[in-house]
């Protein structure tokens, strides 16, 4: 995957910045999610960086004939009607595991939204690991890593260390993307 990463930056005149995380357990978030292929690009600079990232799925996508290349792909399925949540599940990962480096799009979705899903920030939080921002900046054809950063609980203080390393973010979908906040600074 390193090899496919560096090769297709190659070919397309993208670049990765930032330095490879040192923690062995971390919640990647990538932002913007203005298309498909900002999260290919969040997948290739992971690879990169030599990270072997993880992302969430359905648990349907491991099965089938597909299922094995899925869960080598780094798929972690999930029942969504387990009755038990997705964060609290996320958390259990990361408590029963010696290295996990989950990368989660705090979007949720390719369309614009006031706010930003929370659940990053509370795998993180809950975990107590720290969290990697990896940016695309299309404008530049650049895709940075920023260095780890640990939650401390206070929402609106995180958010905004949040923010100061995102600031040049822009998808590849020029005008894309949500606006950098959770509901829970609102409420503060």
């Known amino acids: 995957m390193k090899f496919l990463a560096r090769l297709w930056c190659r070919l397309t005149g993208w670049k990765y910045v930032g330095v490879a995380p040192t923690d062995k357990k971390m919640v990647i978030i990538g932002t913007p999610h203005t298309s498909n292929w900002d999260f290919v690009l969040f997948l290739a600079v992971t690879s990169h960086f030599g990270i072997n990232a993880k992302v969430i799925g359905k648990h349907t996508l491991v099965k089938g004939p597909f299922g094995r290349f899925m869960r080598r792909l780094g798929v972690i399925p999930i029942e969504r009607n387990s009755g038990q949540g997705l964060v609290e599940i996320m958390v259990e990962q990361f408590n029963n595991s010696d290295e996990l480096a989950l990368v989660i799009a705090p979007e949720g979705t390719r369309s614009s939204e006031d706010y930003w899903r929370s659940g990053f920030y509370r795998i993180a939080v809950g975990a107590q690991v720290p ?58």
Request: hydrophobic share 45%.
């Open 131 to 188: 969290l990697v921002m990896a940016m695309v900046d299309a404008a530049n054809k650049t895709i940075v890593l920023h260095d780890a950063l640990m939650m401390t609980g206070d929402v609106s203080r995180d958010m905004d260390e949040v923010r100061k390393r995102l600031t040049d973010a822009n998808g590849i979908k020029a005008g894309g993307g949500s606006r950098m906040r959770l509901r829970a600074e609102d409420a503060d």
